[in-house]
Structures are given as structure tokens and as C-alpha cells.
């Protein structure tokens, strides 16, 4: 692992083993049974955006990026019919 500040790999001499957290994990991992996924073992991330912000990147991405290249390469993009502005924008 490297730590942020140095760049560097981090060791044992760093301190690093006595981290608390690090020691939950580890009994955390210890305690569960052998032979189990990879993605078990690790600490699952978690991602909590609100709705309102996923929303807004969403619709940032179809304002600046998705809808003026469908515009640029279908002029009549307009004229088209709702589902097929639909999938078109389903294929992005």
C-alpha cells in the first residue's frame, strides 16, 4: 500500500500493522471461512450520491456531450420519433 504523503510503500516499521482499522479488518477477514471469493474478502466501497446529484450528472452529460454529437451526426435528430431519440440515447 502506499501512503498519500510519501508516495511510498508503507511497512511494518511504518507503524502500519497497528493500525486499529486495519486490525478489524484483518480479524474481520480471520474469522470467515477459507476458500471464499476474492470480492468477499475486501471492504465493499460505498457510493452514496442523491438522487439530485446523480440527476445532474446525468443530465450535464446529455447537455454538453450526448445530445450536441447527436445533433452534429443527425441533423434531423429532432424529427425523429420519441423512441427512436430514445434508443439512440440508450446506445450512449
Known amino acids: 500500500m502506499r501512503t ?7 511497512t511494518d516499521a511504518d507503524g ?3 493500525d486499529p482499522t486495519k486490525q478489524k479488518v484483518f480479524e474481520r477477514i480471520a ?3 477459507p476458500k471464499q471469493l476474492a470480492a468477499d474478502y475486501r471492504t ?3 457510493l452514496a450520491l442523491t438522487k439530485a446529484a446523480v440527476h ?3 443530465q450535464g452529460f446529455l447537455d454538453d456531450k ?3 454529437a447527436l445533433h452534429r451526426n443527425f441533423p434531423d435528430y429532432e424529427k425523429f420519433p ?3 431519440r430514445r434508443a439512440m440515447i ?3
Not at 4 to 10: K, S
Open 4 to 10: 498519500v504523503d510519501t508516495d511510498r510503500f508503507a
Open 16 to 18: 502500519a500493522a497497528d
Open 31 to 33: 474469522a470467515m471461512a
Open 44 to 46: 465493499q466501497p460505498r
Open 56 to 58: 445532474a450528472m446525468v
Open 66 to 68: 450526448a445530445l450536441p
Open 82 to 84: 420519441k423512441c427512436a
Open 90 to 92: 440508450d446506445i450512449l
